[in-house]
């Protein structure tokens, strides 16, 4: 493949809205910008509902955009989807796309058909990837006898058949174990190393600083902030969250002097701590259990709550 050099993936103002029966239309995307360069991982991260699946399926083709507009390696998606679909793979999890009565080898062929490749690159390119993804043992049994593991690596076969430029993977890890999804990750790195752009959806922050060199954080169909995976990881690591119930005020005013403390408001009763040193969490609550509060819970904030605390820090309003 060629030396990697500009966008592989341009998205501007990308709005997607679902007519709803008596209800206002859901819009799920929000006006998204988003830039992927040629030979990038980016990921995409958010709860669930935040319009991971909605951008995936529209850069793949599968989906108009109500608004906005999206281009691969500059063919655009609405007008162009030939140029687009000869260039992308799509993996999408779950059990959508295989032909459960069929060998995996039969449905690496089929797709093949699809791509219009010669018969002999169809049987080559499918054994090679049966291979590749670790099913070659079990190639010529249906697929209707696979887990739900055997079946994820087997879409990720699917996607690749059509050897294409950017991958677009939607929660590939889902239903897979530990040892699957490790060897994914390798197999990521490697299709990274071939030169192929890869845009991954996930959950899973510690898949995302595995494998991506960025992440897109969305939330409520918009892109908050995109950052490297690394500096994330390391927020979620430091911030977490202390409840409390009954607090007196100078029980609260003695919490917020504790080091690491950076907020302690009161919310509906509750006194909400919010920490972001190591540590800092315990000693809060050794300091209210001292003071005599007996209700206390901790957790962790959602990966939003701690994105839009880092962004409000730099003084950069989302919304
Ligand atoms: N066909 C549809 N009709 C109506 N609303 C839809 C449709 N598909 C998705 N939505 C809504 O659009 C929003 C975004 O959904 P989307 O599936 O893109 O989110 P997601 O980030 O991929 O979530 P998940 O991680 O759960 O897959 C959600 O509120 C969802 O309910």
């Known amino acids: 493949m060629s ?64 608004g906005g507009r999206a281009e691969i390696f500059g063919h655009d998606v609405v007008s162009d989807t030939a140029a687009v679909r000869r260039l992308l793979g799509i993996v999408f999890g779950g059990e959508r796309g295989l032909y459960g009565r069929l060998t995996a080898r039969q449905n690496l062929r089929y797709w093949s058909a699809l791509y219009r490749q010669p018969r002999s690159v169809g049987r080559q390119r499918s054994a090679a990837l049966l291979e590749r993804v670790g099913l070659a043992d079990r190639a010529d049994e249906r697929v209707e006898t696979f887990s739900r593991g055997m079946k994820q690596r087997l879409h990720l076969a699917r996607g690749l058949i059509g050897d294409p430029k950017l991958l677009v993977l939607d929660e590939p890890t889902i239903g897979m174990d530990p040892v699957a999804a490790r060897d994914f990750r390798a197999l990521v790195g490697e299709l990274r190393a071939e030169g192929r752009t890869i845009l991954i959806t996930t959950h899973d922050m510690a898949e995302a600083e595995a494998v991506c060199d960025r992440v897109s954080l969305i939330d409520e169909g918009r892109l908050v902030a995109t950052e490297n995976p690394r500096t994330i990881g390391d927020w979620l690591s430091t911030y977490e969250r202390v409840v409390a119930e009954d607090v007196p005020e100078d029980v609260a005013v003695a919490v917020r002097a504790v080091p690491g403390v950076r907020d302690a408001t009161r919310a509906e009763g509750s006194l909400v701590v919010e920490t972001d040193a190591a540590g800092a969490a315990a000693r809060v609550v050794e300091l209210l259990v001292k003071a005599g509060v007996a209700r206390i819970s901790t957790g962790k904030p959602s990966l939003a709550d701690v994105y839009l605390h880092v962004i409000g820090d730099r003084g950069s309003v989302v919304r």
């Open 3 to 66: 030396e990697p050099t500009g966008s592989a993936v341009v998205v501007e103002g990308l709005r997607r809205a679902y007519e709803r029966k008596r209800q206002e239309p859901r819009v799920a995307l929000d006006g998204i910008d988003l830039s992927v360069a040629v030979g990038e991982v980016h990921g995409l991260l958010g709860p669930n509902g935040a319009g991971k699946t909605t951008l995936c399926k529209i850069l793949s083709t599968v989906l108009l955009p109500t």
